[in-house]
């Protein structure tokens, strides 16, 4: 089965228990049996979040690099706030071309030290739609600050296939508004910007939700970011159930949610154990419902 939607492995990351340990004492080991399993798992990025390493970066990021490459072919989405981590980390990378910068936002000086670096590497750039006032508020201040990076980009030589936009994902404990402005930017990028890519950070949505609970919420997200045509998802490829939607199937569930995208209302008598909890996790996501833990239970 063809992948839909590209999975960019997450779980490599100072805040994992796992890995986080790994980094700190520079320990290869972990990094490189994690980057094995997520390779294994069917991810075709694997992302290296070192957060935002003030003291150590430039030298973090390029061990972390050079230990990931040793143990998987896959390209490499890196992952920092810190420009000069960047820069050091895109220095060592073997396959820069294939690789993706996490991420340019629309801040100033942001965009100002990572544009040469991208346009030197060649990479994918993922255009994070976070500007100078923080967060956007709705899906226009999403567009406006979505063409201010691709002209800055353009300008700089990097083409609309280099680019991903991420319209960012809150958590739904926050409420469903900005979710559903995310989609609704994603069914305007492609006039903005013909040729661009999409992502989104699913597991933001579950982020603080029981652990058990999680998966429902970020899979009836990629569903529903799917039926706007999003083409890769920053994902816990440690959930096979997601994996498989990204490839192509859970084709029935799909369906319902789409369906109900375009306004059907299944009763839910009549479904199985499975598209129920898919039913209910889209009414909590769409805002028709209100989110609370025992939203799977209602
Ligand atoms: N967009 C872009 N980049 C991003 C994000 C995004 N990078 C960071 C983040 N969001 C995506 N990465 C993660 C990584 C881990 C988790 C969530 C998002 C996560 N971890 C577990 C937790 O916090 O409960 C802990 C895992 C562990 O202990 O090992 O949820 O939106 N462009």
């Known amino acids: 089965m063809s992948n839909l939607v590209l999975g960019i492995a997450e779980s490599i990351n100072i805040m994992g228990?796992?890995?986080g340990t790994a980094m700190k004492e520079r320990n290869p080991g972990p990094i490189q049996e994690m980057a094995r399993e997520e390779t294994a798992a069917g991810a075709s990025f694997l992302d290296i979040n070192i957060g935002p390493a003030r003291k150590d970066g430039t030298e973090l990021m390029p061990w972390v690099v050079e230990t990931v490459e040793a143990a998987t072919p896959l390209p490499l989405c890196l992952d920092t706030t810190n420009a000069d981590a960047m820069a050091a980390g895109f220095k060592t990378i073997k396959n820069k071309k294939n690789a993706i910068m996490n991420?340019?936002?629309a801040q100033p000086e942001r965009m100002e030290k990572l544009i040469p670096v991208a346009a030197e590497a060649g990479c994918n750039v993922i255009a994070l739609l976070w500007g100078p006032d923080g967060m956007p508020r709705d899906s226009n201040e999403r567009a406006a600050m979505s063409v201010d990076l691709m002209m800055a980009l353009n300008e700089a030589g990097i083409s609309n296939e280099k680019m991903i936009f991420d319209p960012i994902a809150t958590p739904i404990t926050l409420g469903a508004d900005q979710l559903m402005s995310g989609l609704e930017f994603l069914s305007m990028l492609p006039e903005i910007a013909p040729g661009s890519r999409t992502t989104v950070g699913l597991s933001n949505v579950s982020n603080g939700v029981d652990?058990?609970?999680r998966g429902y919420?970020?899979?009836t997200y990629l569903i529903m970011l799917m039926k706007y045509g999003l083409t890769t998802a920053i994902v816990n490829s440690y959930d096979p159930e997601l994996i498989?939607?990204?490839k192509g199937e859970r084709q029935v569930l799909v369906d319902m949610v789409h369906g109900m995208m375009d306004g059907n209302d299944?009763?839910?008598s009549t479904l199985d154990q499975r598209s129920l909890e898919?039913?209910?996790?889209?009414?909590?996501l769409s805002g028709q419902n209100v989110f609370s833990e025992s939203w799977l239970n209602l």
């Open 217 to 219: 919420l970020d899979r």
């Open 103 to 105: 991420s340019i936002s």
């Open 17 to 19: 228990t796992r890995s």
């Open 211 to 213: 652990e058990k609970l």
């Open 266 to 268: 299944p009763d839910p």
């Open 244 to 246: 498989a939607l990204c």
């Open 278 to 284: 898919h039913y209910k996790t889209y009414k909590v």
